[in-house]
């Protein structure tokens, strides 16, 4: 088991460096940039969404459905722990 993860470990590093190692031409950058602050906009409004004392399965469901099509997860791109 831990030699299976340690292969899992370092096949997702490689992949990291070969994904950062990629360079962008200006347009991907551009493009980016607007996945970014989408992300960063659905992210505002899930946190709008909580202080109006919506539960948090509501909010979550709200987060999916504007971050459809920018990032991976049901959480748009970005968990944290509770």
């Not at 190692?21 to 347009?27: G, I, K, P």
């Not at 509501?58 to 504007?66: H, P, R």
């Amino acid at each position: 088991m831990k030699k299976q993860l340690l292969a899992l470990v370092v096949i997702a590093f490689g992949a990291t460096i070969c994904i950062a190692s990629e360079s962008h031409n200006d347009r991907q950058t551009r493009d980016d940039i607007a996945r970014h602050r989408a992300m960063a906009a659905a992210h505002e409004a899930a946190a709008k969404c909580l202080e109006s004392g919506k539960k948090e399965d509501v909010c979550n469901k709200e987060l999916l459905a504007a971050c459809k099509g920018l990032a991976i997860g049901k959480f748009c791109g970005m968990k944290h722990e509770h």
